[in-house]
């Protein structure tokens, strides 16, 4: 009896003890262990991708193009026909334009164009001058109008295969007696030489007479020799008669 006693004493002297325990934390299971707090690591968030957005690209700039003013049918007209040697065409312009800004200049050049044209002449042979110096001399003959320049004498370097001409360059050529009633001049032209089929550069020799003189006029010039004419220099006399 006693010894059921003590052990009813013993067991609820344990419950007491093991609910003390519990309260204090003392009968944790030894064999769980505690949880584990582990502080949270702040990571940066991972940069997004993207794609750049191209820049528009600049329309291409066209380029205006530049216009020239329209000419009017007058001045258009004219400069087609400046150039002209034929009369039809400067009578064209008084016709359709007899009010039009170059009409005296037309009827100017048609007055011109329709002078009877007097070719050249010229003459000319071997001769022996005072001291012995051997020379061709020639006499040319042209008329001129009393308001324009124009080229009296053409003379040349030429290398010659059949008609075929080749232009070896400009003469040495000097005036050596200028005209009392005007002025010359000498300059690079295109002329056609004799027995040539296709014009060619040569030295031109020009004549204006002066403001108001008509009447007989004259100047000489000289050409230094070459080969084409057999090394002597040539002596030209030009007889101009000014209309």
Not at 23 to 33: I, K, V
Not at 84 to 99: H, I, L, N, Q
Not at 208 to 214: A, E, I, Q
Request: proline content about 9%.
């Amino acid at each position: 009896m006693f010894c059921q006693r003590c052990i009813r004493l013993f067991v609820v002297a344990i419950i007491l003890s093991s609910q003390v325990w519990k309260a204090e934390g003392a009968l944790a299971d030894p064999f769980q262990s505690a949880p584990i707090t582990v502080p949270a690591q702040k990571v940066a968030p991972r940069p997004r991708h993207v794609d750049p957005v191209p820049e528009p690209e600049p329309e291409p700039t066209i380029p205006q193009a530049s216009v020239a003013p329209a000419l009017d049918p007058d001045a258009a007209f004219w400069q087609a026909i400046a150039g002209s040697d034929k009369v039809a065409d400067f009578e064209e312009y008084v016709r359709r334009y007899p009010s039009g800004r170059y009409v005296s200049v037309a009827q100017e050049k048609i007055g011109v164009l329709k002078r009877p044209r007097k070719r050249a002449t010229f003459t000319g042979s071997p001769s022996q001058l005072t001291g012995g110096e051997r020379v061709w001399t020639y006499e040319i003959q042209n008329t001129v109008p009393h308001d324009t320049e124009k080229r009296v004498a053409i003379t040349w370097k030429v290398f010659r295969t059949g008609p075929y001409c080749k232009s070896l360059g400009l003469p040495n050529v000097t005036v050596q007696s200028l005209p009392h009633g005007g002025t010359a001049r000498l300059g690079a032209t295109q002329g056609m030489p004799t027995g040539c089929e296709s014009a060619i550069e040569v030295m031109g020799i020009f004549y204006k007479p002066s403001p108001g003189f008509t009447g007989q006029d004259q100047l000489v010039y000289r050409r230094k020799g070459d080969y084409s004419s057999g090394g002597w220099d040539t002596l030209v006399t030009v007889k101009i008669l000014v209309e």
